[in-house]
């Protein structure tokens, strides 16, 4: 087996929710050693969430959690016992990334502040994952995606005029988090290692929806320059006939056809007399409803696929507006080997997503399913010398 990149580094895991979860997933999955603190009897909160396998709410048959926390092992852990936060500080001094999601003051009721971590282990990087972050007014509200979609300014300008504002796909910011606090945390740990200085993250949610993919850099910095709040408008007069998402025999497809490629695009379904006709252009707003006539009865004659090749032959961008089954069963990610098989004692075989990258040797790999709630919990224990009549008595005190 290659070696991964991330072998070697020692990982603990005291978040409760998708974005931390994600965040060490990664480390997971690139070969770090992760050890999950949760909840005893309980677990994270991702154990919680459904879809499960198979229908059944059991908190080891959560797809979410299968999914977040792939290649890790789990401790159950009452920190807020004595006992437990003794535990927790053996476990902190052979550490090297600690990973939390508390609220700001609940991480400080259970004393995990940087600084008495520190003077147990001077080389620690930790990374606090909150919602608004460690500071400020909004420091210790609470928040869910889809607040932080609200907050951030994204609803505002998702939508139809004159209706409610909706929301995007879910948990989009949370992964988005996950995603830049890992890539953040391994540059930091590497100048840890070169100067043997730890250090303290501070990662905000909603840092992350406002500075994030979701369209709204653009859209804060406008506002900025121009005082342009790019509320919800009329699409109408945008649109045009320009041609974007098409019905067709068996779905719909999505287009992307500017002023240099629609008189091709009319020529290639078959309407070369409106190519030729000036009146016929991109910008004919007038036309728009004849226009859409136009597009579905060609459309109408294939499907999806059909149409898709057709186009990307003659140098149209589209491609299909695909189901969930229509990804899972595509040939594209079949070959690429982007869904792997992971088997699990409890809910069975599932196929989930791999890591992103591709490189030979892989540096992502499928070690382990996710861990049942406080598998490894004796073997880490007897690791940091606790003999069976503790264990048994952290297990009666309600400990472990």
Known sequence: MAKQPLEGIKVLDLTNHIAGSYCTKLFADYGASVLKIEKPGRGCLTRSMYPYAGDDPDPDKSLYHLYLNTNKKSLTLNLKSESGQKVLLDLVKET????????????????LDYDTLEQINPRLVMASISNFGQTGPYRDYKASDLIEFAMGGAMSSTGMPGRPPTNKGRDASLFETGVQAWHIIVGVFMGTRKDGIGDYLDFSIMDTELAGCERRTVQLLTYQFTGDSTQRRDPKPVIGIMPRALRCKDGYLNMGVGPTKFDKFLKLIGREDLANDPAWNLFAFDKAEEAMKVYEDAMMKKGKLEWTKY????????????????????????????????????AGEIRMPRGNVHVDPDWWQMKAPAPRLGEHTKEVLTSLGYGKEDIVTLKTQGVI
């Open 96 to 111: 090297d990334i600690l990973v939390e999601s508390f609220a700001p003051k609940v991480r400080a009721a259970l004393g």
């Open 311 to 346: 186009f990307q032959d003659n140098g149209i961008i589209c491609i299909s507006v695909n189901t969930a089954e229509d990804v899972c069963k595509d040939e594209h990610w079949e070959e690429r080997g982007f869904f792997v098989k992971q088997d699990h004692p409890v």
